[in-house]
Structures are given as structure tokens and as C-alpha cells.
């Protein structure tokens, strides 16, 4: 049986994978600079905690709503970005953390600085799920987003992502229909951010807008540049080290923003690829062996016994 503070680590640790592969659709897969995913966290968890709260709807319809929610509001922010690229997108997108995280902390509506409380964990059959099954119920969501992350990469939005990705211009100039595909990676990827939300705000019970700050949105794109950007198992590897990271290093907790901030240089300029990206040393040194592997001759023994089997 595991402890209650391990299964704690555990079920952090497996929203930031969500939020990882939410947020690697928007920057790994379609090729945009996002600095403000936290922010669309913040949407989900706060969505389904006033659904909650104030209007008496259970956890199951007010997680699906948090997305729907999170992703509408991916849809139309999405549009004034796509009118700046690169360092302005930036911009852009890092403002709105700020923005969303204001309108929680000013509005009373939003409980402002007092936050929002009495989020109750989901039940299921009129019993409340404790923390294994919480636990549970994550991984469900994140084996549920590994199963859509496959079927999108392979399937024709993600080649035209992909072409987006390598050369926008290009792709426009085939025929892709670039503001399209751009907008629905924002839609996607905010809204597995507001199911993650959803998630994160029932499993605190409790919720402020400090919880979805500019910081949580470097430490969420740390994870996916730091494990391998634009692949599936990137982002689940860079959450889950990442995730264990801080509890490892409790000492250090004050300079957490810092240390994931150095991380991102020390990657970009070494490792931009990430620790397990397409180009990255350890999956390019994987790959040699493999081929070395695949091109052993074979022995004199090895000849005889077959020859020894086919006749």
C-alpha cells in the first residue's frame, strides 16, 4: 500500500503530465510559443469550482464542462495571437497569464485573494473517491490523453501541424488552412489544460490565483522542453522528473522559478531537442546501437547451426 504523501506526489505529479502533453500540442506538435498555459488551468480549476460551489453541479458534469470552458476561451484568445509570431507570441501569450490571473485576484466573483474552498474530491456512487482512487482516476485521464495525443499526431491535423511547424509559410502556400489549425491547437491544448485544472482544484479542495501564476506556466513549459519537445514521451518523462524534482529538493523550493528558468537556457543552447527530443545524445546514441545491433555479422557457429536446422 502506498503512503498518503506518496500518492500525493503521485497524483501532482500526473496533472503536470496532462498539462505537459496539453501544452505540447500548442508548442510541440503545431510549432506556437505558449508562456501562459497556467492560465488556462486557472480557467478550468476555477470553472469547475464555482460550478461547484455555486451552483450545485456534480464533479463528472462540471470536469467536462472546465474543458469545454478552458478550450472556448483557448478559441477566441487565440485569434488576436495569430496575429504576431515568435517573440511577440511570447508576449502576447505571457500577458494573458497575467491578465487571467488578475481578473481571479481582483473580482470578487473569484473569491479574489480569499480564493475559492469547499471543492469537495469527486464521488462515485454516491462515495467519496480518497486519494488511491483519485490517484486512479488520473491516470485514467492521462492514458485517455496518451490514446487522443496518439491519434491526433498521426492523423492529418498533425501532419498539417507539423507543416506549420516546419515552414508556416509553405504550408499556407499547399493549401493548409493555417489560422484553422492554429486556432485548434489552441482549443485543444487549453482544453486538456482546464481538465487538468478541474482536476488539480478537486484534489486541493481549495484554490487561489496564486495557484496559476506566470511561474506555474515556466514550470509547466520546463517539463515539456526539458523532456523532449514535440514527442509523446518527452513530456511525461519531463513531468514526471520535474514533478519529483521539487520534493527532492525542498531546500531549494524558494528558488524553484529559478532553477527551471537556468534549466531552459542551459537546454536551449545544449540540448534544444530536450533529454529524449528526435535529436537529442541519448536517442541518437540509442539509435547507433540499434543499428550496430541490427548489422552484427553473423558467426561461423551461428551459419552451421542453421544450416544444421534447414537441412
Not at 478550468?44 to 464542462?65: D, E, I, Q, R
Not at 496575429?83 to 473569484?110: K, Q, S, W
Request: charged share 10%; glycine share 14%; with cysteine.
Amino acid at each position: 500500500m502506498l503512503s498518503g504523501y506518496l500518492v500525493t506526489v503521485l497524483t501532482t505529479i500526473g496533472i503536470y503530465i496532462i498539462l505537459a502533453l496539453s501544452l505540447n500540442i500548442i508548442t510541440g506538435y503545431a510549432g506556437q510559443i505558449s508562456l501562459g498555459h497556467a492560465a488556462f488551468m486557472g480557467i478550468g480549476a476555477y470553472a469547475s469550482a464555482l460550478l461547484y460551489t455555486k451552483t450545485g453541479l456534480g464533479f463528472w458534469p462540471a470536469f467536462v464542462l472546465a474543458g469545454l470552458v478552458a478550450g472556448l476561451v483557448g478559441a477566441v484568445l487565440a485569434v488576436p495571437c495569430l496575429r504576431v509570431r515568435d517573440d511577440f507570441l511570447a508576449i502576447t501569450t505571457m500577458g494573458i497569464n497575467f491578465v487571467i490571473e488578475a481578473v481571479f485576484l481582483y473580482i470578487p466573483f473569484f473569491g479574489a485573494g480569499m480564493g475559492i474552498g469547499g471543492i469537495n474530491p469527486p464521488a462515485l456512487f454516491g462515495t467519496e473517491l480518497g486519494k488511491p482512487a483519485f490517484l486512479g482516476l488520473v491516470l485514467l485521464v492521462i492514458v485517455l490523453t496518451i490514446a487522443a495525443d496518439r491519434w491526433l499526431a498521426r492523423s492529418w491535423i498533425g501532419l498539417g501541424w507539423a507543416a506549420i511547424r516546419e515552414d508556416e509559410q509553405a504550408a499556407g502556400a499547399m493549401g493548409i488552412d493555417v489560422v484553422r489549425f492554429k486556432v485548434l491547437a489552441f482549443t485543444l491544448g487549453s482544453a486538456g489544460a482546464g481538465l487538468a485544472g478541474s482536476l488539480y482544484a478537486h484534489f486541493l479542495t481549495f484554490i487561489m490565483p496564486v495557484n496559476f501564476s506566470f511561474g506555474q506556466s515556466i514550470v509547466i513549459l520546463s517539463m515539456v522542453v526539458f523532456g523532449g519537445i514535440g514527442t509523446l514521451r518527452g513530456p511525461i518523462v519531463g513531468a514526471i522528473v520535474l514533478g519529483a524534482l521539487p520534493e527532492i529538493s525542498r531546500p531549494a523550493m524558494e528558488y524553484r522559478t529559478l532553477l527551471y528558468g537556468v534549466l531552459l537556457l542551459l537546454l536551449m543552447r545544449f540540448q534544444p531537442d530536450g533529454i529524449l527530443g528526435d535529436g537529442s545524445l541519448i536517442v541518437r546514441w540509442w539509435r547507433r546501437l540499434a543499428r550496430s545491433g541490427s548489422n552484427v555479422k553473423p558467426t561461423n557457429d551461428d551459419c552451421k547451426l542453421t544450416n544444421d536446422r534447414t537441412g
